[in-house]
């Protein structure tokens, strides 16, 4: 009798566990489902990567793999297999609020030089420049290589992975490993020499502080203080600013993510300010533009340009509604207005397509425009409608463009009409820009899946970060003077 009432016990245990996994596998593969339809009805480039046969195989192994040990964190990794296969900066996965628990993060501050991590700041007595080669047993390189698929880019660029990594490095890193409260690091001092040290985990505020000290934000070239007021002044600010060397002026412009007419505006002030200089160079800085508004990107373009100029071949979507609506929790634009109004009357086989641009009215040069020498700086945190701008300074003769490659793709990119999602079980948060761009292009040399290159590479020295220079506002200072 004790043995049957024991029997009975366990299969009701066994059944409720089994029960428990087929209700977790169950709601993972709903949340695939509803992202796998997402993408397949409504990205607009899903294959300028990536084949529909190999796409398609890549969701089928996936949904294969969600098993009863599959947890919200490890389908957000599954997922963004994918969306890395599909290489669209624009299409963003974050997880769960409730996967971002733990308080405790690596707590160098890194920058990412040829591949390889060094310290950005002498925390902890490590020098500026100290090359990191391990941590808790895992080389560097692999651990940067595993990172990457955090970091969402446009086609094979590169170089905004390695600078959104270097922002998130701790967020990321536990994302993959876990949490963690102590690290074991390697590494080698700028003079060669190889030491080991043992550090504490700390919190995300303690660390967004002392990302104010970084040394590649070149409070020393600027003969200031670094820290928290220099952070406010240079590197944080939204609003466009300028500031002079050497009778140049600098026009600092870390975003277009402003109100249209305040932009406008704001330019105005600057550019009779400029005038009023009499300064006869100015550097565009764009190093850190995130991009956001268009309008804004022309209206700085339309201060620079001698002649007319055009931004976009042509604009497409795939759907004239948006897929799985009801799993949306943000619309930036208005979907009637947008999809259906704008794009209804212009129908292609698998999409509608626009091959006109309706802000090109506007992309015509300003009277008051600059009309000295100038020189745009960008890097791989130029994204969206920084790298429109930076693609007008590459394509026009008058004008320098130095730095690295864009974040933002040359040749075509997704961006306009974002849609915020959250999947309804694992909470996991996505966002998809709706419509392709096909933007216009001079420079037939540049290969597909590049971000915009610039005309001269001048990257972030190893010696630079250490004696915290900044190299290509250096270069075209020095350029000036010749």
Same mark, same amino acid.
């Given at each position: ?20 996994? =087929? ?26 990567? /990536? ?19 599959? =947890? ?5 990794? +599954? ?31 890194? %920058?990412? /030089? ?10 902890? @007595? ?33 170089? +905004? ?16 490993? $876990? ?23 700390? =919190? ?22 670094? @820290? ?8 944080? &600010? %939204? ?7 050497? %009778? ?8 277009? $993510? ?49 002649? &007319? ?49 309706? !802000?090109?009215?506007?992309?015509? &040069? ?7 020498? /100038? ?10 409608? @920084? ?11 008058? /004008?320098? !463009?130095? @730095?690295?490659?864009? $974040? ?56 630079? !970060? ?17």
């Amino acid at each position: 009798m004790k043995y049957a009432l024991f029997l009975i016990s366990f299969l009701c245990m066994y059944c409720s566990v089994l029960g428990q996994d =087929s209700l977790r596998i169950a709601k993972a593969k709903e949340d695939f489902s509803i992202f796998k339809n997402i993408l397949k009805q409504g990205h607009p480039n899903l294959h300028a990567y /990536i084949s529909q046969d190999s796409l398609t195989t890549l969701f089928e192994t996936t949904e294969t793999e969600i098993d009863s040990t599959t =947890s919200d964190l490890e389908l957000y990794k +599954k997922m963004l297999r994918i969306t890395n296969a599909i290489k669209d900066g624009h299409l963003v996965l974050f997880p769960s609020n409730a996967m971002n628990v733990a308080d405790e993060y690596f707590p160098l501050l890194l %920058k990412i /030089i040829n591949t390889e991590l060094y310290t950005d700041t002498d925390d902890y @007595g490590i020098p500026v420049g100290a090359k990191i080669t391990n941590i808790n047993g895992v080389s560097t390189s692999v651990i940067l290589e595993k990172l990457k698929k955090y970091a969402a880019t446009d086609g094979y660029n590169l170089t +905004k992975k390695h600078r959104d990594i270097e922002l998130q490095f701790g967020i990321y890193y536990t994302y993959e490993y $876990g949490i963690t409260k102590q690290f074991s690091i390697q590494y080698i001092e700028p003079n060669g020499t190889a030491k080991h040290m043992d550090l504490d985990a700390e =919190s995300f505020t303690t660390i967004k502080y002392r990302n104010t000290k970084r040394n590649s934000y070149f409070a020393k070239y600027h003969n200031q203080e670094n @820290g928290m007021a220099f952070f406010e002044h240079y590197i944080n &600010p %939204k609003m466009p600013f300028v500031y002079y060397k050497d %009778k140049t002026a600098i026009l600092v412009v870390h975003s277009f $993510g402003i109100e249209v007419t305040a932009f406008k505006s704001r330019l105005i002030t600057l550019f009779k300010a400029i005038k009023k200089s009499r300064a006869k160079h100015l550097i565009v800085d764009i190093r850190h533009n995130d991009g956001r508004s268009r309008p804004n990107a022309v209206a700085l373009y339309s201060f620079l340009a001698k002649t &007319p100029f055009k931004e976009i071949k042509s604009a497409s979507v795939s759907s004239l509604s948006i897929p799985e609506r009801s799993y949306a929790t943000h619309v930036v634009l208005d979907e009637e207005r947008f999809l259906k109004e704008k794009f209804y009357n212009h129908p292609q086989y698998d999409s509608w397509k626009l091959d006109f641009d309706d !802000l090109e009215i506007f992309m015509v &040069p300003r009277r008051d425009r600059f009309k000295g020498k /100038i020189y745009v700086l960008a890097g791989g945190s130029t994204f969206a409608a @920084g790298t429109t701008f930076a693609i007008h300074a590459k394509d026009d003769p008058e /004008i320098l !463009l130095i @730095g690295e490659e864009t $974040g933002g793709g040359y040749h075509t990119s997704t961006g306009n009409f974002p849609v915020y999602y959250e999947f309804p079980n694992t909470k996991i948060m996505m966002v998809l820009s709706m419509q392709k761009t096909d933007n216009y292009t001079q420079d037939t040399t540049a290969k597909i899946g590049s971000g915009v290159p610039p005309e001269r590479y001048i990257p972030l020295s190893l010696q630079d !970060l250490i004696a915290g220079r900044d190299a290509p506002l250096d270069y075209v200072l020095q350029l000036i003077k010749k």
